[in-house]
């Protein structure tokens, strides 16, 4: 059984190495995750707009309570407002690696 849940979800975008050996990409559609096998495909919803995004996990975070997705800038954008900084979100595990 893959898993589902909700949960806060940030998003990030500075240039630097990820936890998978990777340049991070702002404009890729990945995102961090603490525990999810690198390489984990997430379809992440935003329930409010009914907005979804696949993302492929490529890094580890974030570390701030009730958030357990940090969104490239890019898959952020896509599903919600880059100036709320945080949302709710729906994710779902499509695969993992």
């Keep these: ?53 696949t993302v492929r996990i490529n890094d580890r975070g974030p570390y701030i309570g009730g958030r357990c997705l940090d969104l490239s800038r890019a898959a952020f954008a896509a599903i919600g407002n880059i100036g709320a900084g945080v949302m709710r979100v729906k994710y779902e595990v499509l695969a993992k690696n």
């Excluded at 059984?1 to 990820?18: E, F, V």
């Excluded at 991070?24 to 603490?34: E, G, S």
């Design 1 to 53: 059984m893959l898993s589902t849940g909700r949960c806060g979800a940030s998003y990030y975008g500075d240039p630097q190495m990820t936890a998978s050996g990777e340049r991070f990409n702002p404009a890729a559609m990945t995102a961090a995750h603490k525990t999810l096998p690198l390489g984990s495909k997430v379809r992440v919803t935003n329930p409010d707009n009914g907005d979804s995004v």
